[in-house]
């Protein structure tokens, strides 16, 4: 019985690597999850809430003082 199932490609593994669909190859392969990030970030693809807790942890860490006027 064969499957339809994509093959795993182990040759690039290390701690902490998450499995993704690699359509060109038709495998699934293990990424660094700072590619993902970094790929998310060139195509626009990441997710508001994701942007949106960004944003607040962000401004929580920011505290300017700008004097007086």
Known sequence: MASNFPKIDFTVLGDGY????NENRNKLIFVDPDDVLSNSVKDDSLPEDFLNK????????????????
């Open 54 to 69: 960004l944003g607040d942890d962000l401004d929580n860490r920011i505290d300017i003082d700008s004097g007086l006027f």
């Open 18 to 21: 998450v499995l993704t669909y």
